[in-house]
């Protein structure tokens, strides 16, 4: 790509983001929380005080815990039993998952896009880009869940800034043209650059604004950077495929064979990872209920 129309379009997402309060503001807890899950020496004792000074999210996060997805033995009545369970980095990213969620309230532009489906769909590729680096134990387990969670947040950005621009990008869609090519006619730029911009803004770690930015074609992330990417681009294939919600954007195209290379997949473990997706898929409804 020109490196001046590239310029000009992380100008845009730059300009959008600064522009729209709703979402370029995380709550406080949030922001402190993502400072935990990058803090190595971060104990459980942190995230059960941070936790505690904000009784709604507690509550969504003990939801999530005790759902089918989970399948812990018994009924989890606190966040400390939680984390000596599932583990303080699987508890934080419930924390931001139940506190992202807030996100994707409202919405709904008629038949083809409405948030919730969105937030289904992102719901659905976190769980499965957990299970594909639980399957490669090269990857960070809850990092890709993540990084699945937050790959679509850049459709967020679009709908606050400019909600006539983004509908009308979605009808093209609908119609039958690419998204991401409609996204920058009528947006100035796509969900992939506008949600690269707004993880920066964020300040979540550069995997994830990798992710966010280049989930479509990971090919194009340096080597050392790859790896998450790649997870979260076969996911949200997969997720799809099994689950449906908002896919507009995967109209064209698969999943790229460098990925799957990379991962060291081939079709075998690939069935493996959809039975067990869908059947995550099935159990998940208290992560989208967290909405």
């Avoid at 800034?161 to 043209?177: L, S, W």
């Avoid at 340096?222 to 954007?249: K, S």
Wanted: glycine letters at 8%.
């Amino acid at each position: 790509m020109d490196h001046g129309i590239q310029s000009q379009r992380h100008g845009v997402a730059l300009e959008a983001v600064r522009g729209i309060s709703h979402i370029a503001t995380l709550p406080e807890v949030t922001v402190r929380i993502i400072e935990l899950v990058n803090d190595p020496d971060s104990s459980a004792r942190d995230l059960h005080c941070l936790i505690a000074t904000d009784p709604a999210l507690t509550a969504r996060m003990l939801k999530v815990v005790n759902s089918a997805f989970y399948g812990l033995p018994r009924q989890i009545a606190s966040i400390n039993r939680a984390v000596s369970l599932l583990g303080i980095n699987a508890v934080k990213n419930i924390a931001v998952a139940a506190s992202l969620a807030k996100l994707f309230r409202g919405g709904d532009l008629g038949p083809h896009f409405d948030a919730h489906d969105l937030w289904r769909h992102s719901c659905v590729t976190a769980s499965t880009a957990r299970i594909i680096a639980k399957s490669n134990r090269k990857n960070a387990i809850d990092e890709a869940f993540l990084g699945g969670l937050i790959h679509d947040v850049g459709v967020l950005v679009e709908l606050q800034h400019d909600r006539a621009g983004f509908a009308e990008a979605v009808a093209r869609a609908a119609a039958g043209q690419d998204l991401r090519a409609c996204e920058r006619a009528c947006l100035g730029n796509d969900h992939e650059g506008f949600g690269a911009a707004l993880c920066e803004h964020w300040k979540f770690p550069s995997s994830l604004v990798w992710v966010a930015g280049n989930h479509h074609d990971p090919v194009s992330v340096p080597m050392a950077n790859r790896d998450l990417p790649m997870i979260v681009h076969v996911a949200d294939r997969i997720a799809a495929e099994i689950a449906g919600g908002f896919t507009l954007d995967l109209q064209s195209g698969g999943i790229a064979p460098e990925a799957l290379d990379c991962l060291g997949l081939d079709a075998v473990s690939l069935e493996a990872i959809r039975a067990e997706a869908s059947m995550a898929a099935r159990e998940g409804g208290e992560l989208l209920a967290a909405a």
